[in-house]
């Protein structure tokens, strides 16, 4: 443990990369204003360091007027002046609450992992029976790679989960007192597990996390151990879901999917016929070989066709006539199946057919019908709008993700997860979670999976 000046906010801080700033920066006070002595790092401008700390680029210059002139030095300390904010109360002729009353520092004791934190004495006091010390203690574990000088473009889908966390706990300050306890875990098993050994996370009332094998594997032990809720956002193969009743598990198992499918094609089996592409089973991913095999162990019409036969446009031999051909690529990748596409709409003749597709295609321009299956419903524009509006208050920039929107995952899992535990009922923007048992000593498995043809 060190001692540091810590940022100690109430639920929610205005932008995320400002809470992002890993290095707990030494704080001076100009002209009655809390700035960070922010020393440059190497390939980083105004902009970067701007978003990193939720400022703009003339508020820096404010507190730095040499900069306009000359521009930023690597190595040179800079300036930056602290945000943070809180919701102000919401008056009777007020139609929204923003967010402007900015909050004390304080001194405080975290561990280094520690990213942000919430002070008890600071968050509105309501009832809860949920924790001993009236407040609900979650943890966020993610690989964040705050500290990477050149971060992988996949983590900012990490980043955005994170912000759609942090509106989710901005969202739940009415009805509990919350403190976000956020680690930046990376991507090796020693970070979670050194994490572990310090003895941070056992007093926790519910975790949230991970995203790496490894690390799903430590964690798992961990929530059986000290009886913590922990929800497992990313994977499909949760180590201990058969035995641990802790354990909550987002993403279907891809029998849950195959079967969910197969069970679709089972109302309409007079009228469809499935046409499989031939490849090494090795080759095949996992999830396609399964719902291949469910549709042989419940006899649903078939037929076979190869890869070099559509590539010489030659498809139309596996396809049947007076039924829907449900064409099943043996890819999960859109790359490769695009190269596929153009050979298949010309070989396909007057048969109908339709692609067994996957929901993140689903941004591509596909020129046949489509039929997958989704843990994602379709979005509600008034829930959305409302989400809309809060993130929009607080972030301004582009998202990276699409289909799906990582930070509406954030948002819609952090609120479901806490509904779960309370007993409560919460119906997402993006996803809506049904979390049934393995078995009655297993943890739960989320079987909200639907079959959308479009």
């Excluded at 105004?46 to 507190?63: A, C, H, T």
């Excluded at 405080?108 to 002070?119: E, G, K, L, P």
């Excluded at 790679?145 to 912000?163: C, M």
């Excluded at 875990?185 to 995203?211: E, P, Y």
Aim: hydrophobic share 40%; proline share 5%; charged share 20%.
């Amino acid at each position: 443990m060190k001692r540091y000046i810590h940022l100690l906010v109430v639920l929610f801080c205005v932008c995320s990369q400002m809470v992002l700033a890993q290095k707990p920066y030494p704080i001076d006070t100009i002209d009655g204003r809390a700035v960070y002595r922010y020393p440059v790092e190497k390939s980083i401008g105004l902009y970067r360091i701007g978003v990193n700390f939720g400022v703009s680029q003339e508020d820096i210059i404010r507190f730095n007027p040499e900069l306009k002139e000359r521009g930023l030095r690597y190595g040179e300390t800079i300036y930056v002046p602290v945000v943070l904010v809180e919701p102000t109360v919401q008056q009777e002729d007020t139609a929204t609450a923003t967010p402007t009353t900015p909050i004390t520092l304080v001194d405080t004791q975290v561990a280094d992992t520690v990213i942000m934190v919430a002070a008890e004495d600071t968050i509105i006091p309501v009832d809860t029976v949920i924790t001993q010390d009236g407040v609900f203690h979650l943890a966020l574990l993610l690989p964040l790679q705050a500290e990477a000088q050149k971060r992988d473009p996949i983590f900012e889908r990490f980043t955005e989960f994170y912000e759609g966390v942090l509106v989710a706990i901005y969202t739940l300050q009415d009805s509990s007192r919350f403190a976000l306890h956020v680690y930046d875990i990376g991507r090796s098993d020693a970070q979670i597990l050194q994490l572990i050994n310090q003895g941070d996370l056992q007093h926790m009332d519910a975790i949230i996390g991970t995203a790496y094998p490894g690390q799903v594997t430590a964690i798992s032990k961990l929530a059986l151990q000290d009886s913590v809720p922990t929800l497992i956002p990313f994977s499909d193969r949760v180590p201990q879901i058969e035995t641990n009743p802790f354990l909550f598990q987002f993403n279907p198992t891809v029998q849950l999917e195959a079967q969910a499918m197969v069970e679709y094609m089972e109302t309409i089996r007079d009228s469809i016929n499935c046409v499989f592409i031939d490849a090494k089973e090795v080759d095949i991913p996992y999830a396609i070989r399964e719902l291949q095999q469910q549709i042989r162990n419940h006899n649903i019409s078939r037929t076979h066709i190869s890869v070099h036969d559509i590539l010489s446009d030659s498809l139309s031999k596996a396809l049947q006539d007076s039924v829907e051909n449900i064409l099943i690529l043996n890819t999960g990748k859109f790359s490769n199946a695009q190269a596929l596409l153009p050979h298949i709409i010309n070989g396909k003749g007057a048969h109908d057919l339709a692609l067994f597709s996957q929901y993140s295609w689903q941004g591509d321009k596909i020129l046949l019908p489509q039929v997958y299956t989704s843990i994602f419903a379709a979005e509600q524009d008034s829930l959305r709008n409302e989400y809309e509006e809060l993130y929009g208050r607080y972030f301004h920039h582009e998202h990276i993700s699409t289909l799906p929107r990582y930070d509406m995952l954030g948002y819609d899992l952090t609120r479901q997860f806490v509904a779960w535990i309370r007993g409560e009922e919460y119906h997402g923007v993006q996803s809506e979670v049904l979390f049934q048992k393995t078995n009655p000593n297993g943890g739960y498995i989320n079987q909200n999976v639907q079959v959308i043809r479009k």
